[in-house]
Every structure is written in structure tokens, then in C-alpha cells.
């Protein structure tokens, strides 16, 4: 090589890395590398990425800017990311800028396949028509009295006859996969009206579900790749590609039928449907793709969150006995009160009214507390339209992207205090203990806040309490011997090789003989432990 030529790299060698010096002096956060940015950082953390962005974000104050490619013109625009969980920034993002901070055009493509133009994937007035549509059917009664209805039919008619029969031969259950099974039969029920019945008995595997749940693999698969790489994958039909091209044809194949079969049955002026896919029908003219995506989108957010929430839920009630006695006894004080004190057989004989649902306060505090520690969907992130500055000051370019993690929300000492690894339902009480406190949105935002609020927050609190209470009435559950419980890494935060638990039928007569069902001991509930970072 000519001496001019090396003089030329070499120069070109110095300005990138005086460039990248200038450049990475203005980051905070995890080391960036030259060209490769922060990308060995989440190589190197793939199975503790939230731990990781957790640790990150408290060593930076709450905010902190890293770059995926540091590569000039790149760095400071497209490939530049804000990681934040402080709650004055989530409510800027969320509520107060929220038209510059929209899903963006990464996330629309990349579930554009799976969920289409649907309300989950969609911005502006896209978002906002099917936003209003569905707003106001969450608000029914009707809507709650049929999510009611189902919840209890797989309680009753499918997870406690399994239950039952794992007592019976003292078998382990991986208690993850059943409550995938019962949610999303639940929500199949009641977004088309159609019951897959995952959870019948001997958990038979039904086409639409796995068609379903492979095209949601491939579609989260291509969250690991460039876009450039997955758009030629998919040009070229290649590798998780093909999965879900063959996957959505199958579900679409299924809802097709289904959505043909329910407009002959809404002509009939007589007809009763009170599923999601038919009120849509009703309120307007949509086509029959939009229709699925309707569908679709509910699927998604209705089946993996609460069963998720509940996973974890079961885990730390397990391991932490004064909260598991502090529910059951609160499940027999209201069942008492409703039923009468003295005959657990009438707690037994029917399932939980809305009455009784809304009186267990402490349930939904532990739940809520489940949440914030493990929340279902732990990280989620927005595209800048336009320049902004953050509350905390930071300068967030338009093309960068914003992160705000969910689940560092939730484990800040300078948010939730010195306690907040801890599983401590009662931060979630009055003074007293008799009444839910709800905290700031933008603290707790395992819903999501300001106009992307979760429409089904209280119905799926609704589900979990009602699932909840019907199997900590019944059994005392425990996790296997030698079963350990970790992360698994997606966007949905699962269990990496589900939860198998020992079933064993509960006692409810220590209960009885206490006033009102709950004894001072249990009212105390004093004894806390960290919640591990599983």
C-alpha cells in the first residue's frame, strides 16, 4: 500500500476516533464500543437484559442515552436510544408530548404481519377510531358480565379439575402453561366468541392456537435482527419467515370462517353476541381484515399479561406465607360474610360474584405488587418525531428512540424507597388496611398511562383475582423440587422453563375460628423479604 494511502486511513482512523471520543463523552450508561456501539453490552447480558438495564439505570439517575451504532451520521439520530423509568420523563413521553412520541415506523413494521393496522399497532387516526370504538365497549357492563362468565367456566369446569386430579396422584403442574391455556381461551371467548379449549381435559393442542402462538415467535424473532436482514428473509421466504407466513395464513384461514359465520348470525335482529369482534360489527363499516386485526390485537394483549402476572403472582405468594395467610384470610372473610361463617362448603359451591371480587382489597394489593415488581410487558419504547428535551433535561433527537423500562420503574429506591426489592403488598393499603391505594401512573406503569392507557386493566384485575382467589381457596401451591425460576427474555415476561409447583389441598379450618376469618396475626403481616431477581 501506497504511503499516501496510509496516511489517508490513518487520518480517517484518527477523525472517527476523535469523533467517537466527543461522542461517547455525551453518553451515560453502558460502555459503547466504535462502530459496534452497545450492542456487546446486550450481547453479553441477553439472559439478564432487565436486571442489567435495571442496574444501568440507577447507576445514571434514572435516564440514560447509549447508541446501537456508532457510526457517524447514524449515532446521534436513527441509532441513538433514551433509556429512562424516571416518572416525570413517562409522563412527558406518555401524556404530555404524547403525538411526538408515537409507536413509530420499527415497531409497526415488525408486527405489521401478526397484528396489521389493529389498535396496538397502529398511531393517529388509525389509533384513535378504533380506540374510541373500543373505549366504549370496556366500560359496559355487559363486556365485564361476559368476561365474568368465562373466567368462571374455565376455573370451574377445567383448572380445578386438574388441580384436583394433581393432588389426587401427587403430580407437579407447570402452573404457566395451564394459565396460558385458561387465558387464552378466556380471550378467544371474548374477542370472536369462539372457545379453542386449550385447557379441556388432557390439554389438547388446537390448530388455531398453535398456528398463533409460532406466528408471534417469528414475529418477536425479528426484534434480534436488522430490519434490513428480516425484510430479505422475508423477500427471499426464508428461515422464521416462513413460519409466520405459513402460521398467519392458517389464522387467518380460522378467522375468516369465523368472522363469514358471525355476520349470518347478526342478521338475525334476534342475535346475542356479546363478544368484541361482534360489537365491532355493529358499531361500524370494517372489512373483514380489519375485523381479524381486531381479533388479533385483543389475543395478543389479553392472553400472555395476566397469565404472566399470574405466574409470578403464585411464585411469591408461595414464598411468602404471612401474604398467602393474609389472602386466604381474606377470601373467608368475605365469603363468610356473604354465605354465611360456618360452612366452607358454601365458599366452595359457586363461583365468585362482582360483589365479592371487589371486596378482596389485599388480594388486589399483592397483585398490584406483583406487578410492579414483575410487570408483564418490562420494557417498551416510542419514536421522537420532532427534537424535545426531557423533564431531567436530556436532549432526545428526532429519528432516536426512546425506552422506558417498566420494570425498573419498579425497583428504584428514589421511587418506591429503601424497601423496594421487597414484596410488600401493604404499600398498596390506607393506613388502616381497608383500602386500595392506587399510586401515580406514571410510578406504576404496568398498564401503560395517558391515552394508551390499558382499556382492560380492570377487567384483567377482575380475571386475576377471580383466578387467584378460586386456587388459593382450594390448594396450597409450592414450587418443585429442584425447579428454579428465572427470566426468560422477551417482550413478555415470561418464565424460562415455565412454573412447576406441588399442589396441596388447603385447610380452611384454622380459619374459621378466627373473627371475621382474619386473626391479628395475619392483619399484621409483618414479615417481608426481598423479592429475588429471578
Known amino acids: ?92 413521553v406518555l401524556k404530555s408530548r404524547f403525538d411526538n412520541y408515537p409507536k413509530g415506523p420499527f415497531w409497526h413494521g415488525v408486527f405489521l404481519d401478526l397484528l396489521g393496522d389493529g389498535i396496538f399497532n397502529s398511531d393517529g387516526d388509525t389509533w384513535v377510531a378504533q380506540r374510541k370504538t373500543a373505549a366504549l365497549e370496556f366500560t359496559t357492563r355487559t363486556l365485564r358480565t361476559a368476561m365474568s362468565r368465562w373466567v368462571s367456566r374455565s376455573i370451574h369446569g377445567r383448572l380445578l379439575p386438574i388441580l384436583a386430579d394433581a393432588v389426587a396422584s401427587k403430580a407437579h403442574v407447570d402452573l404457566q402453561d395451564l394459565l396460558l391455556r385458561l387465558t387464552f381461551d378466556n380471550i378467544c371467548g371474548l374477542a370472536f ?125 408461595s414464598t411468602h406465607p404471612a401474604a398467602e395467610r393474609r389472602i386466604v384470610a381474606e377470601l373467608c372473610a368475605v365469603l363468610a360474610a356473604s354465605r354465611g361463617a360456618h360452612d366452607p362448603a358454601l365458599w366452595l359451591a359457586e363461583p365468585f360474584t362482582f360483589e365479592e371480587l371487589d371486596r378482596l382489597v389485599y388480594l388486589k394489593a399483592a397483585l398490584s405488587e406483583t406487578l410492579r415488581l414483575y410487570p408483564s410487558v418490562p420494557e417498551d419504547s416510542k419514536h421522537v418525531v420532532a427534537d424535545d428535551y426531557l423533564p431531567d433535561g436530556t436532549f432526545v433527537p428526532a429519528g432516536s428512540s426512546i425506552t422506558y423500562s417498566i420494570y425498573s420503574a419498579g425497583r428504584m429506591k428514589t421511587v418506591w424507597g429503601e424497601d423496594c426489592l421487597e414484596f410488600r403488598p ?54 418443585a423440587p429442584g425447579h428454579r425460576v428465572e427470566q426468560k427474555m422477551s417482550l413478555t415476561l415470561f418464565m424460562k422453563d415455565g ?20 386473626d391479628a396475626a395475619a392483619a399484621a403481616a409483618a414479615a417481608s423479604a426481598t423479592a429475588p431477581c429471578a
Open 193 to 317: 366468541g369462539k372457545d379453542p379449549e386449550t385447557l379441556a381435559e388432557g390439554l389438547p393442542e388446537n390448530e388455531f392456537a398453535s398456528a398463533f402462538d409460532r406466528a408471534t415467535e417469528a414475529t418477536l424473532n425479528r426484534f434480534i435482527f436488522p430490519e434490513c436482514l428480516w425484510r430479505c428473509k422475508k423477500w427471499l421466504g426464508l428461515g422464521m419467515e416462513t413460519t409466520l407466513t405459513r402460521s398467519m395464513a392458517h389464522v387467518d384461514q380460522y378467522l375468516a370462517a369465523v368472522i363469514k359465520t358471525r355476520k349470518l348470525e347478526l342478521a338475525d335482529a334476534a342475535a346475542t353476541h356479546d363478544d368484541l369482534l361482534s360489537r365491532f360489527m355493529r358499531k361500524g363499516s370494517y372489512s373483514d381484515e380489519s375485523l381479524q386485526h381486531v381479533a388479533l390485537n385483543f389475543i395478543l394483549a389479553g392472553r400472555d399479561t395476566s397469565s404472566v402476572a399470574l405466574s409470578w403472582f403464585f411464585w411469591l405468594v
Open 1 to 92: 500500500m501506497e504511503v499516501g494511502t496510509w496516511a489517508v486511513a490513518a487520518a480517517a482512523l484518527a477523525a472517527y476516533m476523535a469523533w467517537f471520543w466527543r461522542m461517547s463523552r455525551g453518553l451515560r450508561g453502558p460502555r459503547v464500543w466504535p462502530v459496534l456501539g452497545s450492542l456487546p453490552g446486550l450481547v453479553q447480558h441477553a439472559e439478564d437484559m432487565h436486571e442489567w438495564i435495571a442496574a444501568n439505570l440507577r447507576r445514571s439517575g434514572g435516564t440514560y442515552q447509549t447508541c446501537i451504532f456508532a457510526v457517524p451520521g447514524v449515532a446521534r439520530r436513527g441509532g441513538l436510544v433514551t433509556v429512562t423509568c424516571d416518572p416525570r420523563n413517562l409522563e412527558h
Open 499 to 518: 412454573l412447576r409447583m406441588e399442589v396441596c389441598p388447603r385447610d380452611l379450618a384454622p380459619f374459621l375460628d378466627e373473627p371475621c376469618g382474619v
Open 426 to 479: 401493604e404499600r398498596w393499603l390506607s393506613e388502616d388496611g381497608t383500602k386500595f391505594v392506587q399510586h401515580d401512573s406514571y410510578r406504576f406503569v404496568a398498564f401503560n398511562a395517558g391515552p394508551r392507557v390499558c382499556l382492560g386493566k380492570d377487567l384483567a384485575y377482575l380475571q386475576m383475582k377471580n383466578i387467584a382467589g378460586s386456587v388459593l381457596l382450594r390448594h396450597r401451591l409450592a414450587a
